[in-house]
């Protein structure tokens, strides 16, 4: 059975401070996603990683895949108050239908001046 | 990228009733849709796998006959949460991916919010 964990679970930031969340998953995964969630809507997609050492940027968001360690991070740089919202990271099984996942618990995002 | 429509955005129903929601492909066929629970607070559950032309999957804990999965084509399919009760209420979102572009990404629906009183 595939599980998902992710921490921190909350993540009080400092506007222009660095910060990480992690997600690790138990078994082996061929595809990692990063989602972002503002209150009261659906999932926004962020990252799809799909092989190890795989590396995306996005603004001031930065993700990274190990498929041997089982980890995955994202980044975030120099954080800004837009930022803020819940953020999931997801995997799926190989053996799985292609869109099937398993969610982290999510981790609650909120930046501050 | 592909566009996934679900509908309504938002139902309040009574006890006991019925409600039932879509969620469409709008710019491609999915031959396969996922459907997610989501609880205030917490992260997305996945209920059942909808398969286009065949029965849903449904996982563990799931009731089948509590939520019907019709997956009629390769573009709609439909969630029916019958005889509600309170506890049903949740925010309801499908996910579908496209095929036929190859991609990997798995793109989701706006989300339904039920609230059953």
């Known amino acids: 059975e595939l599980k998902v964990e992710q921490n921190p679970l909350f993540l009080s930031m400092q506007e222009g401070k660095n910060y990480t969340i992690y997600c690790n998953y138990s078994?082996?995964?061929?595809?990692l996603y990063w989602y972002r969630q503002d209150p009261g809507k659906s999932l926004e997609s962020l990252f799809v990683l799909l092989s190890n050492g795989a590396v995306k940027q996005e603004g001031r968001l930065m993700a990274s895949l190990d498929t041997k360690a089982r980890l995955s991070t994202l980044h975030i740089t120099a954080a800004v108050h837009d930022l803020s919202a819940t953020y999931f990271c997801a995997a799926g099984l190989i053996t799985d239908s292609w869109g099937k996942l398993q969610f982290g618990a999510g981790t609650q995002v909120v930046v501050t001046p | 990228g592909a566009v996934v429509s679900q509908h309504p955005s938002w139902v309040i129903c009574k006890s006991g009733t019925s409600v039932k929601i879509e969620c469409r492909s709008l710019d491609f066929q999915a031959t396969t849709m996922f459907w997610y629970r989501q609880f205030p607070k917490q992260s997305l559950m996945l209920m059942a796998t909808?398969?286009?032309?065949?029965?849903?999957?449904?996982e563990q804990g799931v009731e089948k006959d509590k939520f019907l999965i019709n997956h009629a084509s390769l573009t709609l399919s439909t969630l029916t949460v019958t005889s509600a009760h309170p506890e049903d209420s949740s925010f309801y979102i499908c996910?579908?991916?496209?095929?036929?572009?190859?991609?990997?990404?798995?793109?989701f629906g706006q989300g339904t919010r039920l609230t059953v009183v």
């Open positions: 078994t082996t995964s061929d595809r």
């Open positions: 909808s398969n286009e032309g065949s029965k849903a999957t449904y």
């Open positions: 996910s579908a991916r496209d095929l036929g572009t190859g991609g990997a990404e798995a793109f």
